[in-house]
């Protein structure tokens, strides 16, 4: 266990540095898509090439489309608890757990039997998830072909359920054409560019903010909760951040004392109750697991120094199985009235021993920042 601690806090200690995402060389500030493909891509939901561009032209994957519109609804931290089967993919498949996911919030179906990760994503494919993601609109297939006719001439190359689905996705803005390709025809079955993508995704997240289906509403939801209240959290949207120098609640799982523990020794421990604002938004669940070592201690000695037990810890596991650096440390005191104070102050020797199963406090050393939505903690 401690070697293995000693791997992971190595791991932590590498320092990765993020530059803002500049405008791709194939972009100019003119492309038609330009801001939505740039936001997006400084949003982290869509990525460049390694060699800096963007290729707005090329063609996406089925795969990569899944992946970029659970991005884009900021549900990549979901929890989906049972997986959908396909034969031309597996668990090990890069966009395994993305594909998932948009199954879960109902964008994609899961009718057949293959999911054809590596066919390019249509048009039409592109729209239906983008408006699967929306709340129902309880639109009629006269009232879609009436809003559909009245702008597009290839109305009749989709089927009733498309233009159903399409007349919501012009009802939420979510139909969008290159300038080069006729403004009058749908397309359905062309295949859709990276360009085209980033707009639908653009608008789909915007709209998603709003009107979100049914799941997508839950899952977007701030939880709450009862459990040890942590002041001064700031709660931006859907993100609070606890602030430095707040106190954590953990019960420490191993013993630990000033006169057999030593310098370097690992010890463990877990959020003792559940850690929640004042508005009763959940901030960390019961359950979490710190981590870190002993970075001072010293034996009590009769008449010559009170014990010292000094705690650094380095991680925390989330209910969410999230491994991520909680920096903090915790002075291990004993609760002393006015007279044992007095008397450990002239008369020295405390030793200090720590049970299982008792409450201490980890001081934090930076802020910690929670997505409210799902408990994940957002690194910096």
């Known amino acids: 266990m401690k070697k293995l601690l000693v791997g992971i806090l190595a791991a932590f200690a590498v320092f990765f540095t993020s530059n803002t995402v500049m405008a791709y060389p194939d972009v100019p500030a003119n492309h038609w898509a ?36 659970i991005r884009a609804l900021g549900q990549e931290h979901a929890q989906v608890a049972q997986p959908v089967m396909f034969t031309d993919i597996d668990s090990d498949f890069w ?35 983008a408006a699967n993601a929306l709340s129902d609109k309880n639109i009629s297939l006269a009232k879609a072909q009436e809003i559909l006719k009245a702008k ?36 359905p079955h062309r295949a859709a ?32 909760g009862t459990g040890y209240t942590i002041p001064n959290v700031t709660v931006d ?16 799982t191993n013993y630990i004392s000033s006169q057999s523990s030593s310098v370097g020794d690992i010890y463990t421990a877990y959020i003792a109750q559940n850690c929640v604002t004042s508005e009763n938004y959940m901030l ?23 014990g010292v037990l000094y705690l650094d810890n380095a991680l925390i596991t989330t209910v969410n199985d999230q491994t991520v650096k909680l920096k903090g440390y915790s002075d291990i005191k004993k609760e002393r009235n006015w007279f044992m ?21 980890i001081k934090t050393f930076s ?9 994940w903690i957002l690194e910096n």
């Open 34 to 69: 330009a801001k939505q493909i740039n936001e997006l891509s400084e949003q982290g939901v869509l990525y460049g090439y390694p060699d800096g561009t963007f290729k707005p032209d090329d063609l996406v994957t089925r795969a990569e489309f899944a992946s970029m519109a």
């Open 95 to 129: 966009a395994y757990n993305f594909i998932q996911k948009a199954l879960f919030f109902d964008l994609i179906s899961s009718s057949a039997e293959k999911f054809r990760p590596y066919d390019s994503v249509s048009r039409e494919e592109a729209i239906m998830v």
């Open 284 to 306: 960390l669940q019961e359950g979490a697991y710190v981590r870190g070592q002993l970075l001072d201690v010293v034996k009590g000695r009769w008449f010559v120094k009170n």
């Open 152 to 187: 597009y001439s290839d109305v009749n190359t989709l089927s009733n359920e498309a233009i159903i689905k399409y007349g919501k996705a012009e009802i939420f803005g979510l139909i969008s054409t290159s300038p080069m390709e006729d403004k009058n025809l749908i397309a």
């Open 193 to 224: 560019t990276r360009a085209e993508c980033a707009t639908v995704l653009y608008t789909m997240k915007e709209q998603a903010k709003l009107n979100p289906n049914e799941k997508l509403a839950w899952a977007m939801t701030k939880k709450t």
């Open 341 to 361: 104070k007095f008397v450990r102050a002239v008369f020295k020797g405390e030793k200090l021993d720590v049970a299982p199963e008792t409450t201490i406090f």
């Open 237 to 252: 949207g859907v993100i609070a951040t606890i602030p430095a120098g707040t106190y954590l609640p953990v019960k420490l």
């Open 367 to 375: 802020p910690l920042k929670i997505d409210l939505t799902n408990g």
